[in-house]
């Protein structure tokens, strides 16, 4: 059964990406054996979802209009779906669709397309909380870094109690400490 999981690295207090969607932060961490779970957790993966500002981020990092051959090196063949409500460019030869409105509209489309594998939910807090409030979240899981922002994008602006989340991991990878949730 596909699973719908956020994964994400965010910092001590809370925050995925600085005011201006910046991941610097967290590309100053020294990433010791964090890859070796990273291509674990990739493994189980069929298809990606993203907002906006994650997409942009993406091509911004990877100058992937100018390479677009990248996309393929990092993601593979997995479908991927971008909620967005502006026109952005597409990466040739990527297969990204570009999607709008409710995240439940698009959830049987994204679940299939992922296969027997599960659906990333790869960045924007706000995109994870649509996907929770519409009930299809299954687990959270968040590697926290030794590092902190005075302000930023929350990790999960969305409300959730402790009745919603269930404890199902906590472990140390290298520098993060990773805390995983069954969602519901």
């Given at each position: 059964m596909t699973d719908c999981v956020f994964y994400t690295?965010?910092?001590?207090?809370?925050?995925?990406?600085?005011?201006?969607?910046?991941?610097?932060?967290?590309?100053?961490?020294?990433?010791?054996?964090?890859?070796?779970?990273?291509?674990?957790?990739?493994?189980?993966?069929?298809?990606?979802?993203?907002?906006?500002?994650?997409?942009?981020?993406m091509l911004r990092q990877e100058d992937l209009l100018a390479h677009p051959a990248k996309w393929a090196e990092i993601y593979g063949e997995r479908p991927a779906f971008v909620f967005t409500t502006r026109s952005l460019p597409a990466i040739p030869g990527s297969g990204i669709r570009f999607v709008s409105g409710d995240v439940a509209e698009w959830f049987d489309l994204i679940a299939r397309s992922a296969g027997d594998k599960d659906v990333w939910v790869m960045g924007g807090g706000a995109l994870a909380g649509q996907f929770a409030a519409a009930g299809l979240l299954n687990r959270i899981i968040v590697a926290f870094a030794p590092a902190t922002l005075t302000s930023g994008k929350p990790l999960f602006p969305h409300d959730l109690s402790w009745e919603d989340l269930e404890l199902t991991g906590v472990r140390q990878i290298g520098r993060f400490a990773e805390l995983s949730y069954r969602v519901g």
């Open positions: 690295a965010a910092t001590l207090n809370g925050f995925l990406a600085s005011d201006d969607d910046s991941l610097d932060w967290l590309l100053r961490v020294p990433q010791d054996d964090v890859q070796g779970d990273m291509d674990a957790f990739f493994a189980s993966v069929g298809a990606l979802v993203m907002g906006s500002a994650t997409y942009e981020w």
